[in-house]
């Protein structure tokens, strides 16, 4: 118990990581307690506005994700109005946009992402192998405090869409896969930020990232 | 720069006399050798810049089932690069129960192959993502195949087989490649009988073949036995990724430097 304890008081955010049924959760909350949280993992809104910053996770489509997540939709868009951190990463990233190209299969209407970064996703063109799966480069592309110490380094990618922001500003990091798409987003106030790849799986270079986003979390 | 392509330890996991997991690396599937605990190589090989695991469970029994996936969850939380999982999956609840317990990836060969459906299923509850076919390819020399290639002069076809390479399914690899593609799989684990445990390369003919059908990443597997292998399957036959086990479980060559070899050739690697 004691490791336990001492753990907690080491750490140097509480940080949510927002379960919407999608996803191994267990990765990313071992990678956020090694970059310093301390982490909740759970749907309950309460918890979005206790915390120092949330998680929003997410593998598989983003329709599924947008209708998993439509109870708590609300609850998401205040933890941005709110300035806390909102910290997407993959499908989650991809749901911060406005739309994808990806919910609009089988003949059902579109479905809308949180649209804090507004912008659409699309597929990888012909040509490419998809998905977009391994290690591939962050070039970063503007200061956000995300991205501190990891501009060249690799991370782990596995998507077959891909983010287009419609300003060009939101874009923090670029990485190119036959063409060049955005890796990283933010909005424009800063808070609300997402990664294509996952940090959790990127070695020490995403755990940079995690702890940067610790930080980030403290110092909100 | 690019994609960089992906070099994976593989480690098979076995249990002791004690019932402990324990790796072992063997020849032609066969002669098991005992060569260390799972967790502290998974460590090692974290720190030595490897880009992926592979764990294959050669238990096959439902102790051993157990004890594998405490080994994924103590690997899981130690090693933050992509893990694969694979040995006796066959229901979506057992993709479910190896994800579940850290893995990212699952790898299934016979539970594919017995039924097909298991890729849709799969594919559909958990996405394209995670789920890894494999087959375990064998030379065929008769006129019973559906695709063929010149080896050594002589015409061949690559037949899937079953239970490590002992028993034969007729089915053509690369017909079965393009079927697992279209039903969802995500990324294409190839194993040789021919080749593997004898570390004169990779079997360039049946990757490319491969490579070639299937638009989705290709793993190519057994034969490594060194940095001009891998340097081999990624130029001649397009590989994604190389996964080697012997040579560097026995330390005859670091990830390390057979990534240095590669890049000072112009493949592009993680450094």
Redo the contacts between chains.
Sequence with gaps: MSSVSSAADQSLASVVVVDYGLG?L??VT??LE?AGADVTITDDPDAFAEADGVVLPG???FREGVENAAPIRDHLLEVAERDQPLFGICLGMQMLLTSSEEGETDGESAVEGLDLVPGTNVRFSDGQ?????????LDVQRDHPLVEGVDGQ?A????SYYAVPDDEFATVAST???CEFPSIVADDAGNVFGTQF?P????ET??QILRNFVEICADA | MALTKRIIPCIDVDLDEDGNPAVYTGVHFEDLEYTGDPVEMAKAYNESGADEFVFLDITASAEGRETMLDVVRDVADEVFIPLTVGGGIRTTEDIKETLRAGADKVSITTGALERPELVNEGAKAFGSQCIVISVDARRRFDEQGEHYVEVDGESCWFECTKKGGREGTGIDVVEWAAEAESRGAGELFVNSIDKDGTKDGYDLPLTKAVSETVDTPVIASSGCGGPEDMYDVFTEADADAGLAASIFHFGEYSIEETKEYLDERGVPVRL
């Design positions: 191994n267990r990765s071992r990678g090694r593998v598989g489509a192998k998809v998905p977009h799966m391994g290690w591939n480069e690799y782990y990618f596995v998507h190119d896969y036959e996952h959790e799986k990127s070695g995403g755990l």
